[in-house]
């Protein structure tokens, strides 16, 4: 639990992004979480699981962009992935997740209006070619911010999906508000630092949290995505979609790029829409750091790693 806060923390520290970006081993164990630093390589990974019946969603990794320049290149990056997926006609199989602090929504002074300025035509051309966009969901702090650019965008993109993080202690009242028809909603245990004001601490309490959450979502009028590896919390909704008779287009599994990959393709094979979240680009520090801070294993095959190279 230490270890974890201490990773978290470090998630967001620049002196140690240059410390974990500059030593070249830790490319190899990047490389099991993130498909890649190229969109030729994201979109390689892409049919590798369009072969084994897996849809996919993209992230062009980026986050807490404190510049707009930085954040329309993020919106640029978004708008080229789309316009690579196109000729592949993988439709709603192949759509793409955002972090709205990559397009802007930390800047002092109106980032909540530049990232729905700079998300939005993002949006449109998912729509466009027949996909569509979830919002990733960061700290608590951002939680409001990110509901409501989503309100907005729905009204003209009803599909936009949205992420609700199981840990935080709104997120049964959110999944409530959320779970409505033409609502798609991935549920997250929840990837960030918090306090205990916002947030449950301990895993039973969180993964309780996440079992009352996913009812909410699986009972009601919405798209459920059940976004996590847990084998217990994969069977719950197993057992959900049965009593609650949904047919498998209308919910989805949604696993982690190299989480469990075996889970991923017998979810597929016994016939449920799975889609594995993608993320690639050279901006991994953050997401790589929250992956390892996930799991202890990860840890020590990453200072493993560093120890038999030096
Ligand atoms: C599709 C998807 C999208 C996500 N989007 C967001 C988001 O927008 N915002 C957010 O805060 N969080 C997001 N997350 C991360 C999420 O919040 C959790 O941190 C993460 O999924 C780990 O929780 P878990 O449900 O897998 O359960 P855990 O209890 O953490 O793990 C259950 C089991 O899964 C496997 N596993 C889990 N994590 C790892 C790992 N890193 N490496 C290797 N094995 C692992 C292990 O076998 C572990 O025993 C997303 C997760 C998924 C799957």
Redesign the pocket.
Same mark, same amino acid.
């Given at each position: 639990m230490l270890t974890q806060k201490a990773l978290l923390a470090a998630s967001r520290r620049p002196g140690m992004r240059r410390v974990v970006t500059g030593t070249p081993v830790t490319r190899r164990v990047v490389d099991r979480f993130v498909a890649g630093e190229t969109l030729p390589d994201a979109l390689a990974a892409v049919r590798a699981l369009a072969a084994d019946g897996i849809a996919v969603t993209l992230d062009h990794l980026g986050e807490d962009v404190t510049d707009r320049v930085e954040a329309i290149r993020g919106r640029d990056a978004y708008l080229a992935l789309l316009e690579c997926l196109a000729p592949l006609q993988l439709g709603r199989a192949a759509e793409v997740s955002v972090k709205l602090s990559a397009f802007g929504q930390a800047l002092p002074v109106g980032g909540d209006d530049v990232a729905l300025e700079l998300v939005r035509p993002v949006v449109e051309a998912a729509s466009a070619q027949g996909t569509t966009v979830t919002l990733?969901?960061e700290d608590s702090r951002t939680v409001d911010s990110t509901l409501a650019v989503l309100a907005d965008l729905r009204r003209a993109h009803p599909g936009t999906g949205a +992420?609700l !993080?199981a840990m935080l202690h709104r997120t049964e009242d959110d999944a409530r508000a959320l779970a409505v028809p033409g609502s798609r909603v991935?549920l +997250?245990?929840?990837?960030?630092r918090e306090p205990a004001s916002a947030a449950h601490q301990e895993?039973a309490a969180v993964d309780a949290a996440y079992a009352r959450c996913l009812e909410v979502l699986v009972r009601g009028g919405g798209y459920p995505m059940a976004?996590?590896?847990?084998p217990a &919390?994969i069977a719950r909704m197993l057992e959900l979609v049965v009593e609650t008779g949904r047919t498998p287009d209308s919910y989805e599994f !949604? &696993? &982690?790029y190299g989480? $469990?990959p075996g889970e991923q393709v017998r979810l597929a094979r016994a016939g449920h829409t799975v889609r594995a979240?993608v993320p690639y680009g050279a901006d991994w520090y953050g997401y790589f750091m929250r $992956?390892l801070a996930? $799991?202890p294993a990860?840890l020590q095959f990453f200072l493993r790693s560093l120890a038999t190279k030096s």
């Open positions: 990733d969901m +992420v !993080q991935r +997250v245990k929840g990837a960030y895993k976004g996590t590896h847990d &919390l !949604q &696993l &982690l989480i $469990r979240y $992956r996930e $799991r990860n």
